[in-house]
């Protein structure tokens, strides 16, 4: 039972920001003149006038303890315990539990009364952490009262180099609320420590992100698609090259949560797209131990390594989605990964046919990596709604461009040789007399995402694990 309430007598919860309870002061001071009464004020301790026992509760200490879901709420005890209640204005009901005085004469039967302060938005999780039992199982770690919880977190290593959120319980408790899966659910191993990872520790590092909780089916989906075997997130993470994982979403959840798939979607800006990457980045810092410089041994990295995820533009419903494409039903949410590097522009402002334009794009293809390199790594091409309109315009679907920029990315084998055209990199020489293919079958992922203006699309290159397809690919997952 709560300080300061009566072991046998009545409590009501109110506020005076509700119009159901100021209907009621006076049947709450005829309550308090016929016996034990005490008031519970969640925004006035100077409300309701003419009680005696009235108590300050703008903390909601008691009101989360009494477990009050609407105001007014009118609770009977008897020997310490609650043994009646009724929530709102109900006369008969009313007068049922605390006697004749609460009949209220002059007053209408009946109105509902307002919501409780104590389960406003993010209130709830506030008082659970404060008053209750938060049922967290990461270990707490205390920051003094003179101390910056951001430092704290820099000095514990827990950044990847930029400002995280601190995760506190309330944060916690409140990003495991975007879920309906369990806290301890353990999601998978993380490389490369390969240490269990429950949901919880997803949501800690979903909040150090900046996620919002309506994030988490995203980022679980995004962290289940990274840990399918044939990502090989443990030999991405340890490799020399520059590659990391490569975020795209599809279906109606991007819409839902804001992600951007237009203008400057693979830029700064938008919160979905910047931290639902960098969840599953820090994911793999802090549960794994995936640090820079020890296992993490890119000679240069690129900038998407904070992150680097982004949405593909559904709006034309002739275009096949590339999670669709790749086998998830359509309307379904997925996310798709792939071991990318940095953005390569792509510049075409001349070609006007789509022929024209897939020799051009298939020119700028052949650099990914290096132009004598063959079936060393895939790509992903985003092609802006410029370029697309070409081939729309055209009557080309997905599956026409792909065949065609297929065709248009084979090479003698004599022009990619080693030490052809005076270069030595470049394939083995047994391979002079054959017809070479840039990238492996459905190595080339297109996606469609950027602003209506310019004639620039983006080349976006793999990583040269790739090239052991049984072995390594982008991967595709539904998200539940």
């Given at each position: 039972?709560?300080?300061?309430?009566?072991?046998?007598?009545?409590?009501?919860?109110?506020?005076?920001?509700?119009?159901?309870?100021?209907?009621?002061?006076?049947?709450?001071?005829?309550?308090?003149?016929?016996?034990a009464l005490a008031?519970?004020?969640?925004?006035?301790?100077?409300?309701?006038?003419?009680?005696?026992?009235?108590?300050?509760?703008?903390?909601?200490?008691?009101?989360?303890?009494?477990?009050?879901?609407?105001?007014?709420?009118l609770i009977r005890f008897a020997g310490g315990r609650e043994v009646e209640r009724t929530v709102g204005w109900d006369r008969a009901e009313w007068v049922r539990v605390a006697g004749a005085a609460a009949a209220g004469d002059g007053l209408p039967a009946w109105q509902p009364g307002c919501g409780s302060r104590s389960v406003e938005p993010?209130?709830?999780?506030?008082?659970?952490?404060?008053?209750?039992?938060?049922?967290?199982?990461?270990?707490?770690?205390?920051v003094g009262n003179w101390d910056d919880p951001i430092e704290a977190c820099f000095e514990r290593g827990w950044s990847d180099g930029l400002p995280v959120v601190p995760p506190t319980d309330e944060r916690i408790l409140r990003m495991l609320g975007g879920t309906e899966r369990k806290p301890d659910e353990?999601?998978?191993?993380?490389?490369?420590?390969?240490?269990?990872?429950?949901?919880?520790?997803?949501?800690?590092?979903?909040?150090?992100?900046?996620?919002?909780?309506?994030?988490?089916?995203?980022?679980?989906?995004?962290?289940?698609?990274?840990?399918?075997?044939?990502?090989?997130?443990?030999?991405?993470?340890?490799?020399?090259?520059?590659?990391?994982?490569?975020?795209?979403?599809?279906?109606?959840?991007?819409?839902?949560?804001?992600?951007?798939?237009?203008?400057?979607a693979l830029g700064q800006g938008n919160r979905a797209n910047a931290t639902i990457g960098r969840a599953l980045q820090l994911i793999v810092r802090n549960v794994g131990g995936g640090l820079p410089?020890?296992?993490?041994?890119?000679?240069?990295?690129?900038?998407?390594?904070?992150?680097?995820?982004?949405?593909?533009?559904?709006?034309?419903?002739?275009?096949?989605?590339?999670?669709?494409?790749?086998?998830?039903a359509p309307g379904k949410n997925a996310v798709t990964l792939f071991h990318g590097e940095g953005v390569n522009g792509f510049i075409?402002?001349?070609?006007?046919?789509?022929?024209?334009?897939?020799?051009?794009?298939?020119?700028?293809?052949?650099?990914?990596?290096?132009?004598?390199?063959?079936?060393?790594?895939?790509?992903?091409l985003v092609l802006s709604p410029e370029h697309y309109l070409i081939f729309k315009e055209a009557g080309w679907d997905r599956r026409r461009l792909e065949d065609a920029l297929f065709q248009a990315l084979k090479r003698p084998g004599r022009d990619v040789i080693r030490g052809a055209h005076d270069v030595p990199e470049?394939?083995?020489?047994?391979?002079?007399?054959?017809?070479?293919?840039?990238?492996?079958?459905?190595?080339?992922?297109?996606?469609?995402?950027?602003?209506?203006?310019?004639?620039?699309?983006?080349?976006?290159?793999?990583?040269p694990g790739q090239s052991v397809r049984d072995e390594c690919q982008a991967v595709t997952h539904e998200i539940r």
């Amino acid at each position: 039972m709560p300080d300061g309430l009566p072991n046998d007598g009545l409590v009501i919860v109110a506020k005076r920001d509700c119009p159901t309870c100021v209907l009621v002061e006076p049947v709450m001071q005829s309550l308090d003149r016929a016996g034990a009464l005490a008031v519970v004020s969640q925004d006035d301790p100077g409300f309701p006038a003419g009680v005696r026992a009235v108590i300050d509760d703008r903390a909601l200490e008691r009101s989360f303890h009494l477990d009050v879901e609407a105001v007014p709420t009118l609770i009977r005890f008897a020997g310490g315990r609650e043994v009646e209640r009724t929530v709102g204005w109900d006369r008969a009901e009313w007068v049922r539990v605390a006697g004749a005085a609460a009949a209220g004469d002059g007053l209408p039967a009946w109105q509902p009364g307002c919501g409780s302060r104590s389960v406003e938005p993010g209130v709830r999780e506030t008082l659970i952490a404060r008053y209750g039992d938060p049922g967290l199982k990461s270990r707490s770690i205390s920051v003094g009262n003179w101390d910056d919880p951001i430092e704290a977190c820099f000095e514990r290593g827990w950044s990847d180099g930029l400002p995280v959120v601190p995760p506190t319980d309330e944060r916690i408790l409140r990003m495991l609320g975007g879920t309906e899966r369990k806290p301890d659910e353990v999601v998978g191993l993380i490389p490369p420590n390969l240490a269990p990872c429950t949901v919880e520790k997803v949501a800690i590092n979903a909040v150090m992100a900046g996620c919002k909780p309506e994030y988490m089916p995203v980022v679980l989906g995004v962290l289940e698609a990274a840990l399918d075997p044939l990502f090989v997130l443990h030999g991405l993470l340890c490799t020399t090259h520059f590659s990391g994982p490569l975020v795209i979403i599809n279906g109606p959840i991007a819409r839902a949560i804001g992600m951007n798939s237009g203008t400057n979607a693979l830029g700064q800006g938008n919160r979905a797209n910047a931290t639902i990457g960098r969840a599953l980045q820090l994911i793999v810092r802090n549960v794994g131990g995936g640090l820079p410089g020890a296992i993490d041994r890119a000679t240069l990295g690129n900038p998407g390594k904070y992150t680097f995820c982004f949405a593909e533009d559904e709006s034309d419903p002739a275009w096949e989605p590339l999670s669709v494409r790749r086998g998830i039903a359509p309307g379904k949410n997925a996310v798709t990964l792939f071991h990318g590097e940095g953005v390569n522009g792509f510049i075409d402002q001349k070609s006007r046919t789509p022929e024209e334009l897939v020799r051009s794009l298939a020119m700028g293809l052949f650099g990914v990596g290096h132009p004598k390199l063959c079936g060393a790594g895939n790509a992903v091409l985003v092609l802006s709604p410029e370029h697309y309109l070409i081939f729309k315009e055209a009557g080309w679907d997905r599956r026409r461009l792909e065949d065609a920029l297929f065709q248009a990315l084979k090479r003698p084998g004599r022009d990619v040789i080693r030490g052809a055209h005076d270069v030595p990199e470049g394939m083995p020489p047994s391979m002079a007399d054959q017809v070479v293919d840039k990238f492996q079958p459905d190595g080339l992922l297109i996606v469609r995402a950027g602003g209506e203006a310019g004639l620039f699309s983006a080349i976006i290159g793999g990583w040269p694990g790739q090239s052991v397809r049984d072995e390594c690919q982008a991967v595709t997952h539904e998200i539940r």
